[in-house]
């Protein structure tokens, strides 16, 4: 196996019908982009009764039907927040546990060592996370807090820094697929390939996640230049 092998995002999850929630961080192949894209998916009716909303520079998870909503507390949360030149994007109501932190002149580490996994035993839901460095010198970091056993008897802390190489981009996620209970990711962020077009990035994640289980895709791309955004998101609820 070439551990550095770069594949596309599309052949990253071939064979994979539940990713569950992903993120990937990287930079476009002309060094003008900072990129990220963060996606959900769900199996029961709760799960999948979700939308992404944008709010300015931060995105909310809202429910599409706001009568359906069994338990709101692990699936209604900001997964993407912006404070000064960083961007924070995670798939938990720790967002904002990072963004305090940093308000407070502390680190993205020290916000998720007071953080574990989620609380949904026997699958024990890894918390996956990323902060992205906007200053002259773009960097960024990702970080998995997973059960160090089947038992959730304590939290694993794992944290990964890269800086900004063309075209190259990380992609973690909480699954290795779909199972009973499910399978939790394991070993480094995976290497994946970065497209310079804004719309083909999307639409290539969008069409590679499972068509039942997908829920909703937020994909943006920040000019290394100016600081400016674009973005795009789709909703599997809204028909997008």
Sequence with gaps: MDCYEI??????????S?????????????????????????RSSNSRNRVFVNEGKNVTIYPFDPSKVDDPSLII?????????KVIV????????????????????????????????????PRISAIMNLDD??????????SIDKDGTD???????YPCIKGLGHFIHTYQGDGQPLPTFFGECERVEIPEDMKEFAEQIWSSLDNENKISLCVRYYSLEDKSSKEIIYNKNKGD
């Design 18 to 42: 539940y990713v569950g929630r992903g993120i990937v961080v990287g930079t476009s192949p002309s060094g003008k982009y900072a990129v990220f894209a963060y996606f959900i998916m769900g």
């Design 77 to 85: 949360y900001s997964p993407i927040r912006e404070i000064g030149n």
């Design 137 to 146: 010198k773009y960097t960024y970091k990702m970080n998995i807090c997973k």
């Design 7 to 16: 594949k596309s995002f599309a052949d990253r999850v071939k064979g994979n």
């Design 90 to 125: 995670t798939n938990g109501d720790q967002t904002d546990t990072i963004y305090d932190f940093v308000k407070e002149g502390k680190t993205f580490e020290e916000a998720l060592d007071t953080r574990t996994f989620e609380p949904d035993a026997p699958n024990f839901t």
């Design 155 to 161: 939290c694993q802390r794992f944290t990964y820094s």
